[in-house]
């Protein structure tokens, strides 16, 4: 079992910046790939971001291409989220996800094993 717990999560005017963190505990952190997701009122949840184990390679949408960045830090078990030059429209509970696979990194909500409580992310206009 692996355990995820977001912070950093609140409310930022447009064009500031968030820092989110994901701490995991449980089975080992690093052989996980590791997700980001959003899912605004009414809206189905969607992938921010994801990052492979196996060489850290990302994958980010045209939404937040350039504005956002993970990372992750595996002796602590962390991985960061960091979010620039935020807009209204990113406003939504944001989900740390894990994903046992050894390479890649998948960006389908079905293809993760484990997920956070979420922490919210408002952005006023």
């Known amino acids: 079992q692996v355990q995820l717990v977001e912070s950093g999560g609140g409310l930022v005017q447009a064009g500031g910046s968030l820092r989110l963190s994901c701490a995991a505990s449980?089975?080992?952190?690093?052989?996980?790939?590791m997700g980001w997701f959003r899912q605004a009122p009414g809206k189905e949840r969607e992938i921010v971001v994801a990052?492979?184990?196996?060489?850290?390679?990302?994958y980010y949408p045209d939404s937040v291409k350039g504005r956002f960045t993970i990372s992750r830090d595996n002796p602590k078990n962390t991985v960061y989220l960091q979010m620039n030059s935020l807009k209204p429209e990113d406003t939504a509970v944001y989900y740390c996800?894990?994903?046992?696979?050894?390479?890649?990194?998948?960006?389908?909500?079905?293809?993760?094993?484990?997920w956070g409580q979420g922490t919210q992310v408002t952005v006023s206009a």
């Open positions: 449980g089975r080992t952190f690093s052989s996980y790939a």
């Open positions: 996800a894990a994903a046992l696979i050894s390479r890649g990194y998948p960006t389908s909500v079905g293809d993760y094993n484990y």
């Open positions: 990052i492979a184990w196996s060489d850290g390679n990302t």
